[in-house]
């Protein structure tokens, strides 16, 4: 499945800033969309995912209160809707889906097949 996020930029501290992660195709299998991030000189590391069935959402500790996942699964997009924005939240962020089901952590990077090429985020004053 192709992915595409769109939405990244320039914002300041404490400003609100909206990714969207739209899929060109939906099946069964890709039971998960996933936000990941990587800032420069560091491994990428997870941000958030959610559940296409059902409500399950899931969130890094240091996103949570600040960042949330949504689904729109008749437009088969995911949405990241980013607030309190801090300089430590600059990085590209990536979404990403899976091809088949598996019992790794909707965590982990590994758990994925697919990945979009990445949005940039900078939070600067």
């Known amino acids: 499945v192709h992915l595409v996020e769109s939405g990244g930029g320039l914002v300041h501290p404490g400003d609100s800033m909206s990714l969207t992660c739209t899929l060109s195709e939906y099946t069964f299998r890709q039971y998960v969309v996933g936000w990941f991030r990587q800032a420069a000189g560091k491994e990428r590391e997870f941000v958030a995912a959610?559940?296409?069935?059902?409500?399950?959402?899931y969130y890094a500790d240091v996103v949570k209160g600040r960042f949330a996942i949504s689904k729109d699964l008749s437009k088969k997009t995911v949405y990241l809707q980013m607030n309190s924005l801090k300089p430590e939240d600059t990085a590209v962020y990536y979404c990403?889906?899976?091809?088949?089901?598996?019992?790794?952590?909707?965590?982990?990077?590994?758990?994925?097949?697919?990945w979009g090429q990445g949005t940039q985020v900078t939070v600067s004053s």
């Open positions: 959610i559940k296409w069935s059902g409500e399950n959402t």
């Open positions: 990403a889906a899976p091809r088949y089901f598996s019992n790794t952590p909707v965590q982990d990077a590994s758990a994925y097949e697919d």
